[in-house]
């Protein structure tokens, strides 16, 4: 269903290091003044500019003493694992700034997913406030993959995504690694979602899920629609066919 007070609101920029500026200018403003501020983070070659940002440009410009960290998804790896999400946010932004340790959720990509799944499931039912019984984040970042992926719910696996679970065991088409990934259920009942997208490659998907047009409901990132209305695109003009 296609909420009607749903609107895409694109933020365009030249270059991804434009986008990364541009969307910590935005959470910088967005978690200011707010005394707990529950996000959920992505990972992706996008995030992890945004990261390096934050940890710049933006070190003082955010109170990270309020802000809880979640994940949209991981991979089934050890922590120290290279492909871990969690171990990109680590190298890339917490461990360098001053964030309490109690305030880092990460799905533990090391565990049994099933049993992850439902551990993470539980988590968030008690850590986050609830709208209408639904655990609610103040924010979630997306990315989305070349094949219209988001979080880690691919194409071929779309039913998940209208799951009623908060988290779900799913498996890369290619490399059938398992992840535990966050379902629509609790996606779409954020404060905020916002999507962080760059490169050529995402045009094509891009623009079928703006515009609408040729099987885009098949791509899990046109089922983004936030109860809320507020549904945020950060691109650059590589991703949005400018070239
Ligand atoms: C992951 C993701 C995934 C990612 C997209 C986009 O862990 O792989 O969370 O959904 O955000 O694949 O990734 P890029 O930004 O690298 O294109």
């Known amino acids: 269903m296609i909420y009607d007070k749903n609107v895409m609101e ?62 949209g998804d991981e991979r089934c790896v050890a922590p120290d694992d290279e492909q871990s999400n969690y171990k990109m946010t680590l190298d890339h932004l917490i461990s360098k700034i001053a964030i309490p340790k109690e305030n880092i959720h990460r799905i533990k990509g090391e565990n049994d997913p099933e049993y992850e799944a439902k551990r993470y499931a539980s988590l968030l039912d008690k850590q986050l406030p609830k709208l209408k019984g639904i655990a609610q984040f103040d924010l979630v ?79 899990p990132a046109s089922l983004v629609q936030p109860i809320s209305g507020k549904l945020l695109w950060f691109l650059d003009e590589a991703a949005v066919g400018i070239i």
Not at 62 to 70: A, E, K
Not at 160 to 180: D, F, I, N
């Open 141 to 219: 970042i997306l990315g989305m993959g070349d094949d219209g992926h988001t979080a880690s719910i691919f194409p071929h696996e779309i039913a998940l995504w209208h799951s009623k679970k908060y988290c779900e065991v799913a498996e890369h088409p290619e490399s059938g690694q398992q992840r535990v990934s966050l379902t629509g259920e609790i996606i779409n009942n954020a404060q905020v979602v916002s999507f962080l997208v760059t490169g050529a490659g995402k045009a094509e998907k891009f623009l079928r899920i703006k515009n609408r047009e040729s099987s885009y409901k098949d791509y």
């Open 10 to 71: 694109l933020k365009i920029a030249k270059t991804k290091q434009e986008v990364a500026m541009q969307f910590s200018k935005y959470l910088a403003e967005l978690t200011a003044g707010k005394e707990e501020f529950h996000m959920a983070l992505s990972g992706g070659s996008t995030p992890k500019i945004v990261f390096d940002v934050l940890a710049t440009e933006f070190l003082d410009e955010i109170d990270w003493s309020n802000v809880h960290l979640y994940w």
